[in-house]
């Protein structure tokens, strides 16, 4: 019996159609031997631990809450602007009051539902803290950024704002990422 490569992100629908195409033969899947005997439910068992209609039903779940909980926060939006604005005022340097009350909503809307906002506020709240030297101030808010756990994607946004909200924000940001090459 012949092997099969599937391709990288294939679902198990197309790799039981590809095994039926190219039968008889078999074909390794996330581990597991698929046969071009096995039925759809066979595969979808072999894979998940579920037949297809469970898989399905079971997917179908997850998107539904995923949505409720999307349809939840969007209707929060609205307060949730008007707080970040508020806890903005004696944090954000005045100068960018402006440009934050404006990107404050947009951010809420994206994927990361304004993580970003949060950590700009802690941030910044550190950076303002005078009583602190500078450089204990860049240690604190270096070990903060390292407990956050930001992907490449999450990081740079968050460097992107601390370079457009603080004076500090360049010199911290060279700070971090020089603590991470080290």
């Not at 033969?25 to 631990?49: A, H, I, P, R, W």
């Not at 539904?64 to 707080?83: G, H, M, N, S």
């Not at 809307?109 to 970003?116: A, K, T, V």
């Amino acid at each position: 019996m012949k092997k099969i490569e599937f391709y990288p992100g294939i679902n198990l629908d197309k790799a039981y159609q590809e095994l039926q195409d190219n039968a008889p033969c078999y074909g390794e899947f996330n581990e597991k031997t698929l046969y071009s005997t096995d039925s759809l439910d066979e595969v979808f068992v072999k894979v998940t631990g579920k037949s297809k209609v469970e898989h399905d039903e079971y997917i179908r779940k997850i998107h539904e809450e995923y949505d409720r909980k999307e349809a939840e926060f969007k209707a929060k939006i609205p307060q949730l602007t008007e707080d970040y604005r508020k806890r903005a005022r004696g944090i954000i340097p005045e100068e960018h009051l402006k440009y934050w009350d404006e990107i404050v909503p947009i951010r809420l809307n994206d994927l990361y539902h304004g993580m970003e906002l949060d950590c700009w506020l802690a941030f910044i709240e550190i950076l303002n803290d005078t009583s602190k030297k500078e450089l204990e101030r860049f240690e604190r808010c270096r070990s903060l950024f390292s407990k956050q756990g930001h992907s490449g994607m999450s990081a740079g946004l968050v460097f992107s704002g601390l370079k457009r909200f603080h004076p500090l924000g360049e010199m911290l940001v060279s700070y971090i990422n020089d603590s991470i090459k080290a």
